[in-house]
RNA sequence: GCGGGUAUGGCGGAAUUGGCAGACGCACUAGACUUAGGAUCUAGCGCCGCAAGGCUUGCAGGUUCAACUCCUGUUACCCGCACCA
């Protein structure tokens, strides 16, 4: 036999010279369209991450086309972007020079793997009869007002010298280079994608995406429902509109907070006694880093803003306003009402700068001591749990009457001055004690609802929770009648959960060993006139109904997504098809003048005061007004890398048409991608970019469907040895090259189908792919035992029946490694045979060939075994060969398997059970037993119930 | 903090969806053969135990004749988002 390399290249030539993966325009064939992330082409060349999606989806595309489908499975180039454009500032050679280079290295690898791309269809985003039609539909979005220029306050990356959207900086950090992001005041194209959200969210009910990326998706795009209200302020008539999602807790404001870049600051400054401290806080918060801000989350800072009040709408409160930076301007109105009760941060605030607190919503428990009886009177009280303390220990009481052990506890009576006057009185009422030296009153309240015993009736109780500090152990005497009811017990700290009887009690430990929090769950509704008694949810519609009738606020939904920044300022990129005319304003460069070319120029370098490269080429920027003939200037920034490839899968359709950017032939017949595959980091960006872009075309009348994809699946990562990630730097990067030429492509590509679970990563391991060409060494070893028939050899005629259908249907799943390992083991059955027939082994050879496809070809040719494996039919099963006559089942006793029997398929459950019994070793296990029950599960197993 | 996910031998991983846990591969052990190779073949291989047998799917409970699988609680790790009101 030839070597490797040889048959390798020997069916590439043959595919190649055939066409055999060549999409076919013939529209009346059923079609299939399997699409990979198409590649930035990078200097450093393929990866073996590269290798194992592709070839998943080629394994998948090769079955597909067996099976008769019309499949088109294309490949092209996102070629735009800083690395070719770095490579060309360092080597002053164009960018197209060097990505033209990188293709070559990247097309030449992935054709020695045989992957099944139809390279006909190929392109390049950077070819100009691409970027022509990219540029044509930024003028449709222009010209229905989705692009406009905004002077805004960008994400601007001071290495790469360009402003950013906010995915490509999320964390503060830019995407590309990892430097610290800054803000910058600039003008930018934007696109209105913000307008899209809903229906981002909306269309992921139309595709099959793996559900972590639907998550993903719908988490990027952050909804959220609340309402705007507008609180009054004191010193000026004007309102101060905040979004809260918590519009029931409104009565539990006691602050409010505006971000920092609030316009109402320098609107009012003449009313702000403290400007100078407020712009002092301005500027610091302005400089802190992204890491300052997340890493010091619990500790709020803030300024109160003197000479500024805001009046509370419903309850006519007065309350102060502070900026802080944990409001930001950029979500919502850049104003919050803070309710410190229910909102974690703003309970961090409020801690920090001695703000009330006022609950207004609490959890409500049913007491599974003493549930409420039914027919019973309800009543309800307040009252005070007095959680008392001194040095280390608690002071609890044992009520003899119903055997309770629990804190003081006791209801709030006419003649208390207070809440915490109640607790005085009890404390010394029940215990005796008398030096009180502090009484904190908690933030939490909850209510109980229990059947009172001792009054027979139906309780709700409302209960604060207070801490008393004794300062000595001075005591007066109890009245007799007190001693009589109940007796105090010291309680040290780590006793104090077991020796609680209620179970709602024990939750107040939970405050004593964390320490109070905001209380953000649901429950009942105190303290707030028209909402008491309501649960969270509502409170909420009940208030916004009350708010809109009175017209101060209304309900709200808003969205973390915002409009994409659709310009860089860097070079390498489609340049924008605008004109700025000093008459006309912007005005789009006419279709026939499309595409606006990238010049050819010496300096690529972007500039520190965050112009384009291109701004600096005279004979680029100026030219003439399209609208009225005028001397007019160039838009010189360029569209960001997403824009390529936010519709290259609709041009792979009709890849060379010269007068639209797809024809309305092609979209109808190719539809949607049926499965797109890709990495888990475009999960968000890319994946959003695209299918925006797609609803617009699709709302335009552009493209026949408003979502472009229906199945997105996503590969795991293949780490290195040790479960490290590749990189350079470990120098523990597998170059598919290496293993391509040492162990052949087949090899390769077997051995990262059997890796694990195609979702999730795996460890790269070299014994692991030797295990694999072992493996497949042992199927050409196989060629020698072939005889000539035209049946299944009859021993394993049922196990090939079976291995056709596991293969064919846990390739569709996505499951590569157990089809694989279900061709191992009818390889293994097929090796207790002296002799193999033609027909086993061209049946093996196609089931192996869309992962092996080079060997099995070789084979099927070498053994005249019959036409070319990729131009016959994938091998199809009989259901009446799945099921066996006589099987093998297990025969357990109490649940233990004790036997197994051999059963026929017509067996009854009496002779089953029969068979079953008269195991010895089930004797043994049933000898002297009653037995309880036979459970017979019929091809599954026996169970035997004894005692 | 919120959201998603994972946890099974020495390792990568299977388990028809509640029915013999550990398929298949790797590593390992013993033997055979030899053209001395990335060999190949045969047998063994979860843990404890000489054995009978017992134990075992992160941990603790529960439901069931039967649980890797369902329910409750809990721990650890991974990923995404993150002061989003």
Known sequence: MDSTQNIEKKWQKYWTDHHTFEAKIDYSKEKYYYLVEFPYPSGAGLHVGHVRSYTALDALARKKRMMGYNVLFPMGWDAFGAPAEQYAIKNHIHPSIAVKE?????????????????????????????????????????????????????????????????????????????????????????????????????????????????????????????????FGLKQVDEKLTVYTTRPDTLYGVTFMVIAPEHPYIDLYSGLINNMNEIIDYRERANKKTEFERTQLVKDKTGVRIDGLTAVNPITGKEIPIYISDYVMMNYGTGAIMAVPAHDSRDYDFAKKFGIDIIPVLAPLYVSPETPPLEGKKNTERDTVIVVVKYEDKYLCVRYHKFNWQTFIMGGIEEEDDSVEGAARREVIEETGYTDIKNVELLSYVFQESFYAAHKDVNRLTTNRVLVVELGSLAKEEMTKEEQEIQEPVWVSKNELRDFLTFETHKKICDLLDNGEQAFVSDGTHINSDILNGLNKQDAIDTIIDYLEEK???????????????????????????????EECGWVPVPEEDLPVLLPNVAEYEPTDDGESPLARISEFVNTTCPHCGKPAKRETDTMPNWAGSSWYWLRYMDPHNEKEFVSAEALKYWGKVDWYNGGMEHATRHLLYARFWNQFLYKEGLVPNSEPFKVRAAHGMILGEGGVKMSKSLGNVINPDD???????????????FIGDYEKEATWSEQGLIGCRRFLDKVIRFGEKVVKSDSYSSEIEKDIHRTIKKVTEDMDALKFNTAVSALMILLNKMEKLESITSKDYRAYLMLLNPIAPHITEELNEMYELGTPLCESSWPTYEESMLVDEEKEIAVQVNGKVRATISVRADDNDEQIEEKAMASLNVQKHIEGKTIVKVIVIKGKIVNIVVR
């Not at 009910?205 to 209200?229: C, H, L, M, P, Y």
């Not at 997504?561 to 004109?579: A, C, K, M, S, V």
């Not at 293993?739 to 189908?753: F, K, N, P, Q």
Request: glycine residues 8%; aromatic residues 14%; hydrophobic residues 30%.
């Open 102 to 230: 990188n293709i070559r290295t990247f097309k030449g690898q992935i054709e020695k793997l045989g992957i099944s791309f139809d390279w006909s269809r190929e392109f390049s985003t950077t070819d100009p009869e691409y970027y022509k039609w990219t540029q044509w539909q930024f003028l449709q979005f222009f010209k229905k007002g989705m692009a406009y220029k905004a002077k805004k306050n960008i994400n601007w990356c001071p290495k790469c010298k360009t402003g950013l959207s906010n995915e490509d900086s999320s964390g503060g950090v830019c995407e590309r280079c990892g430097s610290q992001v800054e803000q910058r005041e600039k003008e930018q194209w934007m696109l209105r994608m913000s307008d899209y959200a809903e229906s981002l969210i909306d269309g992921l009910k139309d595709t099959d995406f793996q559900e972590r990326i639907k998550t993903a998706q719908i988490n990027w795009i952050g909804k959220s429902v609340g309402a705007e209200v507008d």
């Open 551 to 581: 017209g101060i606020g209304h309900k709200k939904t808003n969205y973390k997504l915002q409009d994409w920044i659709f310009t860089r300022q860097r070079f390498w990129g489609e340049p924008i098809p605008l004109i700025y005319c």
């Open 739 to 753: 293993i391509v030429s040492t162990h052949g492509a087949d090899t390769l590509r077997t051995y990262e189908m």
